[in-house]
């Protein structure tokens, strides 16, 4: 018995010296990829408790108050959103507390860099107080949390926009024929993986012998909107590049493809149902790991974005002469510190609460799966329909970035 507990005892030391040796190993360059890490655990943890917790949640007397307990979905389903919410909490508490700074020398600064032993333990304290909450404010949450998922999707959609124009218009400021032969196959490239990618739609997803109208007209409404990107962006009036078009067919064509395979597996337009009935553990793990990057490079895309809330550069303070001489060593951290941030912080920890209400709705299957498919990730009809209308305000998006200068030539765009 001693030495089990010495041993405990060492095990925690241990743990606690590898924790405090990692915190103070967080730079301001690593912090944002601290900040990914975080949140990379907290859907880790979603998953492991969306799993296990169902036994342990039975038992909680005010998670548990009804006359007759529930399916064991729906505690896997409670569960993902207690977490959901405390993950959303502590970075909403961030981005409040982050408002209004400007530049390096604001003492918030510091705290956005560091300070990370205190938020993590902060971040397990928030985790673990969201499992004593009423079940109201949890289904409060997770009504609120579809329209933040949706917002995070507009986000998605805005940063895709600046990332084609942009590596658009590097390309052709290089004005070498390598460049535009780059262009040209690149663009090649992606009209080919699209209509490709459209006939497996047309197969999979259109068996013969059903009724699948819906699926058709989902198609074959992205098949139109590919045609008019092209033929908006090679009119004369507008002198578009091929190249943006491109790379958002190939998207909108992927979007419908995500919201066609997220159809109830039992549906009989769904092609996909003869692969899923016996869907592995490890098949879900991939799914959820694509599911973990895509939303993490979301969040550090947008948050470090020029193009989206960036902070104005103000003047830096100081920057007349001092009164006092200072010495070169602290002449050159105080210049240091006056540097303007170079990201939004308060935008960065906003775009990770949307990704924590985003990342719910996924492993809760936006909380209709739990009837339609059992433990499928993202799978039904209301993703169906996210993914559709996000492939629809692609779209849109796209079209209004062509013909807004023209329709507004004394704007900047």
């Known amino acids: 018995m001693w030495a089990a507990s010495c041993l405990a005892s060492c095990c925690a030391v241990c743990a606690c010296d590898a924790c405090r040796t990692v915190v103070s190993g967080i730079s301001r360059r690593s912090a944002r990829i601290a900040y990914c890490g975080l949140f990379a655990l907290s859907l880790i943890v979603s998953w492991i408790l969306r799993e296990v ?13 009804f006359h007759q307990t529930p ?22 508490i961030l981005s409040l507390m982050m408002v209004g700074v400007k530049n390096q020398k604001d003492p918030r600064d510091s705290l956005h860099h560091g300070g990370w032993m205190m938020k993590i333990v902060c971040w397990c304290l928030l985790i673990i107080f969201m499992f004593f909450l009423p079940n109201e404010i949890i289904s409060f949450y997770e009504t609120t949390s579809k329209f933040g998922s949706g917002l995070f999707l507009l986000v998605q ?25 780059a262009l040209f196959v690149v663009s090649l490239v992606c009209y080919v993986a699209t209509f490709g990618l459209s006939g497996l739609l047309f197969y999979w997803f259109t068996p013969s012998g059903h009724d699948c109208g819906i699926n058709t007209f989902f198609i074959v409404m992205t098949l139109i909107f590919i045609v008019v990107f092209a033929v908006v962006t090679l009119h004369p009036a507008v002198s578009g590049s091929i190249l943006p078009a491109s790379v958002v067919s190939l998207y909108c064509m992927y979007l419908c493809y995500s919201g066609l395979a997220s ?15 016996a869907i592995s ?37 100081g920057a007349g002469k001092p009164l006092l001489p200072l010495d070169k060593v602290d002449e050159h951290e105080e210049k240091e510190k006056a540097k303007p941030v170079t990201y939004s912080y308060s935008f960065f920890h906003i775009i990770f609460s949307l990704a924590s209400m985003y990342s719910a709705m996924l492993l809760t299957g936006w909380s209709t799966s739990v009837g339609e498919s059992g433990k499928l990730v993202d799978v039904g009809w209301a993703s169906v329909w996210v993914r559709i209308l996000t492939g629809w305000a692609t779209a849109g998006l ?13 704007r900047e765009f």
Request: charged share 20%; net charge negative.
């Open 263 to 277: 159809e109830p597996r039992e549906y009989e337009c769904n092609g996909l149902h003869r692969h899923s009935k």
């Open 398 to 410: 796209f079209i209004w970035s062509l013909v807004a200068p023209l329709l507004f030539p004394d």
């Open 71 to 92: 399916d064991r979905e729906w505690f896997e389903t409670d569960a993902v959103l207690r977490v959901s919410l405390g993950n959303f909490l502590f970075f909403a």
């Open 281 to 317: 553990t490890g098949t879900l793990t991939v799914g959820l790991l694509t599911t973990v990057l895509s939303v993490v490079y979301s969040a550090v895309r947008a948050g470090s974005s020029t193009t989206l809330l960036s902070p104005p550069s103000s003047p830096r303070a």
């Open 157 to 181: 959609v805005v940063l895709l926009l600046d990332f084609v124009h942009g590596w658009n218009d590097k390309w052709v400021q290089y004005d070498e024929q390598f460049w535009y032969f």
């Open 53 to 65: 917790a169902a036994p342990l949640m039975e038992k909680i007397p005010w998670i548990n108050h």
